[in-house]
């Protein structure tokens, strides 16, 4: 057996101190350095000992860093920060692999370093943790850093795709925020909601900015949303004018229905005061003229 690397598992500080200067930065059969074993191990006494070693990677692209992490040794994390900013051979940063472990110290200790970095698909860390489903990491990422949620991947995807796709209802409501951002075949959050006809994310993402094009109105029609016919781009202007102009006016329910599906909404955002409520108020009008007289 290797003395170096033996001693290493051993946690013989002293055979690794005497040994250090003729061995280090070598690799054992699998390409693992000592400080790789030292980490994954936890033997933070090793890791002075063998820090030059640092930002070595495995034949996987994994850092010591990355180990310590898979291994859930977070005394080490600490002291291996020197790595960060490093990715494997997928593209995954140090803070991906702290989220995929559901780590949250790690990644609360790697998070603002490694923001910017992404996977081999342009995958930020906010698209992997919808796509792992981890309601948790996903809240506190959209809560630090927003403009996460414009970021989209290699085919255009946004977080709020995935959460879509995935129909995580919760996850959509945490991403909504950037539901008109469309994917290289044109595709929209609501898009993908809609393939996989769950009614509660298509409600959550329908709303009356929505411009929906035929294979929409076809896919709403088919879970059973009522849809008007889209109006042409040019029209929605002059529609959103007069549908406000309403809104300020006594007009009926049904004027106003009528105006919103114009615009395609196919649902009600403004009820107007039912009469008995319209009654009281002139009534109190009445009273407070006469008072005033």
């Not at 005497?18 to 933070?44: F, M, S």
Request: charged share 30%; proline share 3%.
């Amino acid at each position: 057996m290797d003395n170096w690397f033996s001693s290493v598992w051993m946690n013989d500080e002293e055979t690794v101190n005497k040994l250090a200067p003729d061995n280090l930065c070598r690799v054992d059969e699998t390409g693992q350095t000592a400080l790789i074993h030292a980490a994954r191990r936890g033997y933070a006494n090793l890791i002075p000992f063998l820090i030059s070693e640092a930002k070595i990677q495995d034949p996987e692209g994994k850092t010591a860093l990355m180990h310590a992490i898979t291994c859930s040794q977070i005394d080490i994390v600490q002291l291996l920060l020197c790595e960060t900013q490093i990715q494997d051979f997928d593209g995954w940063s140090a803070c991906m692999h702290a989220v995929a472990q559901e780590d949250f110290s790690s990644f609360d200790l790697l998070c603002k370093s490694e923001l910017n970095l992404t996977n081999k698909r342009s995958q930020t860390i906010l698209h992997l943790a919808v796509q792992l489903g981890l309601d948790v990491f996903v809240s506190e990422l959209v809560d630090k850093f927003p403009a996460l949620l414009k970021q989209p991947d290699e085919e255009g995807r946004t977080a709020l795709m995935f959460a879509a796709q995935r129909e995580r209802l919760d996850l959509v409501q945490m991403l909504r925020a950037e539901q008109t951002i469309t994917d290289q075949n044109g595709m929209t959050a609501l898009g993908y909601a809609l393939q996989t006809k769950n009614i509660e994310i298509v409600k959550e993402l329908l709303t009356e900015t929505n411009l929906l094009g035929e294979w929409e109105q076809d896919q709403l029609r088919e879970i059973g949303f009522q849809v008007q016919a889209q109006p042409l781009e040019e029209e929605i202007p002059i529609l959103e004018q007069q549908r406000q102009d309403q809104i300020n006016e006594d007009v009926t329910k049904e004027e106003i229905d009528e105006m919103m599906n114009k615009l395609g909404i196919v649902f009600k955002k403004f009820e107007p005061l039912e009469n008995e409520d319209v009654e009281n108020e002139d009534v109190e009008n009445e009273e407070e003229q006469k008072e005033d007289e």
